[in-house]
T-cell receptor, first 111, second 112 residues
Framework: GQNIDQPTEMTATEGAIVQINCTYQ??????LFWYQQHAGEAPTFLSY????GLEEKGRFSSFLSRSKGYSYLLLKELQMKDSASYLC????????????FGTGTLLAVQP | DVKVTQSSRYLVKRTGEKVFLECVQD?????MFWYRQDPGLGLRLIYF???????EKGDIPEGYSVSREKKERFSLILESASTNQTSMYLC???????????FGQGTRLTVV
């Protein structure tokens, strides 16, 4: 089977750091994506990890451990505009590039 | 910039109608996907296609079919719309390197 788990909701304070976790169990693995989605809008790409380790991109970083089936998205210097849903997705193994999403984490940034 | 265009932003259809949702890309990518998004359930994969005329069922294909006659266009078909198909439908494409997926703006379908 396949399963991607994320916390449903998180709350953090403006200026702080927050870590959003994602664990996955899939029949294969060919990369993990993080997306941001504001209410009523389409998801927008944040990061892609296929090898173990940390990828840093400005205020956002994403970490992957393939042996543990685990990833996290780290958001630093939180801003009010970071209030959104954060979606973890896995590209399954094989030739057909099946892309599976978790249910998303709704992050609320408070002043 | 990659452009993924869905034919309608909002759509209202009657129960039993045949509904076509169109998705067009401008980048000649092979992999295209249709998802529906419902509160608390996230994005669920309905169908995807990895080449012209090639299609694979996703996790919730029941009540849907797809068509990919040309590489740039991937259509989702609701053969006989039902109220439980009221949802936000999102089309996505995967770039050639398989490192990023681009989404259309979404179609909010209401079946009455």
């Amino acid at each position: 089977g396949q399963n991607i788990d994320q916390p449903t909701e998180m709350t953090a304070t403006e200026g702080a750091i927050v870590q959003i976790n994602c664990t996955y169990q899939t029949s294969g693995f060919n990369g993990l994506f993080w997306y941001q989605q504001h209410a009523g809008e389409a998801p927008t790409f944040l990061s892609y990890n296929v090898l173990d380790g940390l990828e840093e991109k400005g205020r956002f970083s994403s970490f992957l451990s393939r042996s543990k089936g685990y990833s996290y998205l780290l958001l630093k210097e939180l801003q009010m505009k970071d209030s959104a849903s954060y979606l973890c997705a896995v590209r399954d193994g094989g030739a057909t590039n099946k892309l599976i999403f978790g249910t998303g984490t709704l992050l609320a940034v408070q002043p | 910039d990659v452009k993924v265009t869905q034919s309608s932003r909002y759509l209202v259809k009657r129960t039993g109608e045949k509904v076509f949702l169109e998705c067009v890309q401008d980048m000649d990518h092979e992999n295209m996907f249709w998802y529906r998004q419902d509160p608390g359930l996230g994005l669920r994969l309905i169908y995807f296609s990895y080449d012209v005329k090639m299609k694979e069922k996703g996790d919730i294909p029941e009540g849907y079919s797809v068509s990919r006659e040309k590489k740039e266009r991937f259509s989702l078909i609701l053969e006989s719309a039902s109220t439980n198909q009221t949802s936000m439908y999102l089309c996505a494409i995967l770039n050639r390197a398989n490192t990023e997926a681009f989404f259309g703006q979404g179609t909010r379908l209401t079946v009455v």
